[in-house]
């Protein structure tokens, strides 16, 4: 725990995000780049509206190894756009 603590500490942290050219996924981080980079604000300034992935939903499991499934195959040298068509057919039930 005491990692966690020590790589989120908010100078830590912010130091961190903007040498790597990151969106930051705390508060304090978000507005001391925005603070510090007008062009960073704008897409900080977005963050709260934004949908991630739904990694949290067991659907999502599904998808995830689908696709990994499909660019195994397609490294084989099946089509992409054929495997992809049947995850999307597969998911869409």
């Known amino acids: 725990m005491k990692e966690i603590y020590y790589f989120y500490d908010d100078e830590r942290y912010t130091d961190w995000v903007a040498m790597e050219g990151f969106l930051p996924a705390t508060k304090t981080g978000g507005e001391a780049l925005a603070a510090s ?8 300034d977005i963050l709260g509206n934004c949908k991630f992935y739904p990694t949290a939903k067991a659907e999502w499991a599904d998808v995830k190894q689908g696709v990994i499934s499909a660019e195994q195959n397609a490294l084989l040298g099946e089509s992409v756009q054929e495997q992809l068509d049947n995850l999307q057919a597969e998911i869409a039930g």
């Open 37 to 44: 980079d007008p062009d960073m604000a704008s897409w900080i």
